[in-house]
């Protein structure tokens, strides 16, 4: 079975300094793999996907994430935090079996916090 | 374009009652699915559409029911509220069910008591 691990629940950074959130995942055969931002009583938003090619991929808002397969992680990064990316993160990966529908497991979620 | 679009926004029920949660959205996307968001542990799968008149269980169905007469509409039925169903519901929707990404609904946030 597949599975999402976001190894922090919060991630503290200082505005203009650079952001890491953290994502592993499991999944046999290749991994689709997507990163969503959640703002406080909205739905999620997508930020980027990783589906083939390039490992790098860049995605909105500045979003940028790094695939590794031999890690088997997709690290969310941001060269430059802003106080507004302050939210919720969600890594997810495609689940694979029972037909087309893109049926995603996700992460328990790594709470972003930006400070000046 | 108003997206994914659910009603209502809160909800108070209690033990047994029944209700259904709306779920529209005006993309024409084939592939619609239901979630639960609990505290510290990410979204569950509840329930998903293909297609019109095409429904399947997700992770977590039981207690739940769905339907899909049209390719914008895709109600939640909740037939006897439990208090292990407080929780907020999402609704999605995407164009491509391999790899497409998702359009989630603003949410419901459910209450039974």
């Known amino acids: 079975a597949q599975s999402v691990a976001q190894p922090e629940d919060q991630v503290n950074v200082a505005e203009g300094n650079p952001l890491t959130v953290k994502c592993t995942y499991s999944?046999?055969?290749?991994?689709?793999l997507f990163w969503y931002v959640q703002y406080p009583n909205r739905g999620l938003q997508f930020l980027l996907k990783?589906?083939?090619?390039d490992n790098l991929v860049k995605g909105s808002y500045g979003f940028e994430a790094e695939f590794n397969k031999s890690q088997t992680s997709f690290h969310l990064k941001k060269p430059s935090a802003l106080v507004s990316d302050s939210a919720l993160y969600f890594c997810?990966?495609?689940?694979w079996g029972g037909g087309t529908a893109s049926k995603l497991t996700f992460g328990t979620g790594t709470r972003l916090q930006v400070t000046l | 374009n108003a997206g994914v679009t659910q009603t209502p926004k809160f909800r108070i029920l209690k033990i047994g009652q029944s209700m259904t949660l709306q779920c529209t959205q005006d993309?024409?996307?084939?592939?619609m699915y239901w979630y639960r968001q609990d505290p510290g542990m990410g979204l569950k799968l509840i329930y998903y559409?293909?297609?019109?008149?095409?429904?399947d269980k997700g992770e977590v169905p039981n207690g739940y029911n769905v339907s899909r007469s049209t390719t914008e509409d895709f109600p939640l039925r909740l037939e006897l509220a439990a208090p292990s169903q407080t929780s907020v519901y999402f609704c999605?929707?995407?164009?491509?069910?391999?790899?497409?990404?998702?359009?989630f609904g603003p949410g419901t946030r459910l209450t039974v008591t």
């Open positions: 559409s293909v297609g019109a008149g095409i429904t």
């Open positions: 999605a929707s995407s164009s491509n069910g391999l790899a497409g990404e998702q359009y």
């Open positions: 993309m024409n996307h084939n592939y």
């Open positions: 999944v046999s055969g290749n991994p689709y």
């Open positions: 990783y589906i083939t090619g």
């Open positions: 997810a990966v495609r689940s």
